[in-house]
């Protein structure tokens, strides 16, 4: 610089000309990584969404099959019992293995363990045990019904003398004439030396199926001498019905074996 000249304003013109592109640059590169945290964000969001949507009713179904399998369980030794023979200890070992409890009529029922004195409500004399599987989650979620087996043992003098099982399906929504869209069916098997319901049903027979309309269900009542072809096909409950989405909406569907059953 040459003394007494005036500064020159050549090099500020060229720094800011210099600078104008840096800040767009930079300003570029800030919107760019807030575009792909952005995206990120987003594809993160779609992929847990995708996740629940497929592993939510993926859960809920195995939740339904495992009950499905207990009560399949259930019922194979159920039936597996020799009506008027298998002893009051046989029956308590299924109580046992299912989570079975003892009718205590006027209390509160007791389960059932190995280890545990008998209450007075079961005795050789007389001992009623029951049973329950329920599947809530398909109607919980929307994806089918709620589906449920109840299981009865009744032993009197030291044998088992009745088994009983009544399996349905039930939306969960209530009408005033009652629960919309519920299907029930009851199975009664006795020995002649039992009473009750069954013998009161049979009067004389070996074999009947039932409408009872004051609870709508049907119920197949038959004896130990019932023939084969009788017997298989009434035992033959639809247990997939606990993890069939959409639900089983007829009685046929519970008991498919029976033709009496509409």
């Known amino acids: 610089m040459l003394y007494g000249a005036e500064p020159s304003n050549c090099g500020s013109r060229l720094g800011e000309l210099i600078e104008v592109p840096r800040c767009l640059l930079s300003e570029g590169r800030r919107n760019h990584q807030s575009m792909r945290k952005l995206s990120f ?4 969001a779609v992929l847990l969404t995708m996740s629940v949507l497929v592993l939510l009713p993926a859960c809920v179904w195995i939740a339904a099959f495992h009950t499905q399998r207990r009560a399949e369980s259930f019922l194979a030794d159920l039936v597996a019992l020799d009506l008027g023979k ?3 200890s046989e029956a308590l070992k299924i109580a046992n293995d299912h989570d079975g409890f003892i009718f205590d009529y006027g209390h509160e029922n007791k389960s059932v363990s190995r280890d545990m004195a008998l209450p007075s409500a079961c005795t050789e004399k007389a001992c009623d ?3 329950r ?3 809530f989650v398909l109607r919980r979620f929307h994806l089918g019904y709620q589906t449920a087996l109840v299981g009865f043992i009744e032993v009197r ?3 088992v003398t009745t088994r009983q099982a009544s399996f349905g399906t039930w939306s969960g929504r209530q009408s005033e004439q009652g629960w919309d869209d519920s299907y029930q069916i009851d199975v009664y098997e006795c020995s002649p030396r039992a009473g009750g319901p069954c013998q ?3 009067s004389g027979l070996d074999y009947t199926v039932r409408w009872h309309s004051t609870a709508p269900r ?3 009542y038959f004896t130990s001498q019932a023939p084969p072809y009788r017997r298989g096909p009434a035992w033959a409950l639809n247990l997939s019905c ?3 989405l959409g639900g089983c909406r007829s009685r046929h569907e519970l008991l498919p074996g029976v033709p009496e059953i509409e």
């Open 41 to 44: 964000l987003l594809k993160l």
């Open 157 to 159: 003098d030291g044998v």
């Open 218 to 220: 049907y119920a197949v």
């Open 133 to 135: 599987f329920d599947s």
């Open 86 to 88: 298998s002893k009051l």
């Open 129 to 131: 045990l029951g049973f």
């Open 242 to 244: 606990f993890t069939r």
């Open 200 to 202: 009161y049903f049979l």
